[in-house]
């Protein structure tokens, strides 16, 4: 990394290891679960909205990771300020559960349906 007038420069294989980095931290399990997750999520909502539903998902997941007391009424609290995305009670729910699943699933990669995690969620509401 070069630091020239108080600006730092880092190189294509700099960002591409910090890129990779983020993505091992976030989806430890590698594309395969990345596609999962997505593949749950994009059954929750409307294809137009797949891109911010993920984003709001990967926001609150990482805060989940670095924080010390792992509160996800606080956390996602926090998120939704941002205004990504509106989510309905449902879908709140549904994806707290998830990040809970995905934080706590293991290299089989066994997620619910998005039946099971809408009837769960359906039942805590």
Known sequence: MANFFGIDYKTKKE???EFQNYFKKIFPYGETQKEMVENILGQLIKEKHKKQLLMHYIMIKEA???AANKDYEVISANIERKKIIKLT????????????KDLAVDETLKYPSVMELKEEAGGKL
Do not use: V
Request: charged letters at 45%.
């Open 64 to 66: 989940m990771i670095d």
């Open 15 to 17: 960002r591409e290891e």
């Open 89 to 100: 009670a449902e879908l709140k729910e549904c994806i707290k559960l998830l990040i809970y």
